[in-house]
């Protein structure tokens, strides 16, 4: 009975997403209305939208997971950077896209940065449609994975059976309803995910016996509250130090490169509003991720009180853990175990949604209509994009056909991967005249391959000579290379033409006129 309800409610749940995207299909008349919502978006479905189709499975799963396993310090400097990360973009970045983008008529990213600098040939525009593709599958198949293994581990459903359905609600109401369906469902998610949190902290409380109890079970444990130390299970914790503090804290700076993000920010419908969305997306990123870490506090007393920490346990694992034990408590229970493991779900498909239609408007927009079809009409744009939603999503089953891949290995890289290829490009793009489409492709091409080359060969040489800055995270090394090569073949070739510079000082006039 217990199983039956909670998959009732999660049953209940994805049929309200694919209805939503039905319902949003009606709005979508061309290709711009499919991939920026017509920008017709609200402050709160901005917000919350934005903020929701970031935080993935990672809020509810892996924060409380590091904070259960190793304490609060690794937690908490994460969770600043990303706090950080989220005010400065929505301060400095999100209305400026909005009015650049709508000025140069883009509704993509790679569209953006052809635009803001009239890059004829295409090159820039390829690239960056190239990149979105190979940094989002692999993202969005984690995110496949993410529902195989939810289901697999608490039904014991068969995994590709169940990451194959997930995907296919998933792929019905973003390739029928497009942007605005993605946008409407990320901010229902946002509310869901919400609730779970709040639910498993309650919980967590009043099965612990009140929070004097939980503080007693994590006080004595050493480094475990610390900001400075990391608990390592013995009693000589780990130094958590200035180095690893600023590689920690360095997960903010991708924010500005996440395509996701940015086209919410070009899709609200009047600019003027995005100060009260930064202002509902900070308050409730800085909430909701304070909650999921003490949720990870909560559950190493919850843990141990169960027995659970035993060699093997899975911290991830800890709020599915907490919502069974809910479940087994009477009918109603079960109902709330179910909506809170509709929140995971919800982090999850918020995520992957909107990076699959990133990267589906990279293939049909950017490339098959740039370079293929020139003339598609209207129509066909709407059928090539649907089409290629769900080609995407085949590519990403594929990718996560294998049940031991890595969920949050390929997220973390991924993260890096657009943080440093268009992160400091669109800082550049948005607040340096003298940037020029040369210096564009410098610090894209230098930011993506040092993301790889800091992963894959500085790392493993950082490990074996013990020289802890060669172990940093890919991100922060990778950026500051991306933001040199932008500065330095910008000043090194011709500026950019009169046309771009006039652009570029009317947006600026029409941002100080607003200010």
């Known amino acids: ?44 479905v901005t917000a919350m939208s934005a903020e929701a189709s970031d935080m993935s499975s990672w809020l509810l799963m892996g924060l409380p997971g590091v904070a259960l396993l190793s304490g609060i310090a690794d937690a908490f ?68 994975a993410a529902v195989g293994k939810l289901f697999n581990t608490l039904f014991g459903i068969e995994y590709h059976t169940v990451m194959i359905a997930g995907a296919a ?30 639910v498993v902290v309650l919980f967590g409380i009043e099965h612990a016996g009140g929070f004097s109890n939980i503080a007693d079970a994590v006080r004595e ?21 200035f180095l690893t503090i600023v590689s920690t804290m360095a997960w903010g700076l991708g924010y500005f490169g996440m395509p996701h993000i940015l086209l919410r920010f070009m899709a609200i419908e009047d600019d003027r509003k995005l100060t009260l969305s930064r202002r509902v997306a900070s308050v409730w990123v800085v909430i909701s991720m304070g909650i999921a870490i003490l949720i990870g506090v909560i559950g190493y007393s919850f ?3 169960t027995g659970l920490l035993a060699e093997g346990f899975d911290a991830e694992r800890i709020i599915i853990e907490m919502a069974k034990t809910i479940a087994s408590l009477d009918t109603f229970a079960a109902v709330l175990a179910g909506l809170i493991l509709s929140g995971i779900l919800a982090s999850i498909m918020s995520t992957a ?46 990718f996560a056909w294998d049940p031991d891949s890595s969920v949050f290995g390929i997220v973390s890289f991924a993260w890096a991967g657009f943080g440093a290829a268009f992160g400091p ?32 060969v500085i790392t493993p040489l950082g490990v074996r000579t013990g020289i ?48």
């Not at 997403?17 to 061309?30: H, L, P, W």
């Not at 130390?229 to 958590?240: L, R, V």
């Not at 990133?358 to 370079?371: D, G, P």
Request: charged share 15%; aromatic share 12%; hydrophobic share 50%.
């Open 468 to 515: 802890a800055a060669l172990t940093i995270y890919e991100l922060l090394p990778a950026f500051l290379l991306s933001s040199v090569a932008i500065a330095v073949v910008s000043l090194l070739t011709a500026p950019p033409c009169e046309e771009v510079v006039k652009e570029f000082e009317e947006v600026a006039a029409e941002m100080k006129a607003a200010s």
């Open 77 to 144: 400097w994460t969770a600043l950077g990303l706090a950080v990360g989220t005010y400065l973009n929505w301060l400095i970045v999100a209305r400026r896209i909005r009015k650049y983008s709508e000025k140069n008529a883009s509704s993509t990213i790679p569209e953006f940065f052809s635009n803001r600098f009239r890059d004829g040939s295409g090159i820039l525009l390829a690239l960056s449609a190239v990149t979105i593709v190979v940094f989002f599958v692999p993202y969005t198949a984690s995110g496949f």
């Open 353 to 398: 949604d909107s990076q699959m239609l990133a990267a589906a408007s990279s293939v049909s927009e950017n490339i098959v209509h740039r370079f293929l079809w020139k003339k598609m009409p209207s129509s066909i744009q709407m059928l090539i994009a649907r089409i290629t939603v769900c080609a995407v999503a085949v590519i990403a089953v594929i």
């Open 303 to 305: 843990a141990s009180n």
């Open 169 to 198: 609600v998933i792929v019905a109401y973003t390739a029928i309803g497009g942007f605005l369906a993605a946008s409407t469902t990320d901010f229902l998610q946002s509310i869901i995910m919400s609730i779970a949190l709040f």
């Open 221 to 241: 444990l050493p480094g475990y509250l610390s900001l400075t130390q990391k608990y390592n299970g013995t009693a000589t914790p780990d130094s958590y130090g």
């Open 425 to 456: 490009l669109m800082l550049f793009a948005l607040f340096w005249k003298r940037t020029n489409r040369w210096g564009a492709l410098a610090g894209m091409l230098v930011g993506g391959a040092g993301v790889v080359l800091w992963e894959y």
């Open 1 to 44: 009975m217990t199983n039956t309800m909670m998959i009732f409610t999660i049953v209940v749940y994805m049929a309200v997403m694919v209805y939503i995207g039905v319902r949003c299909s009606k709005q979508n008349r061309s290709s711009d209305d499919f991939y920026l919502g017509g920008r017709r978006l609200g402050p709160f």
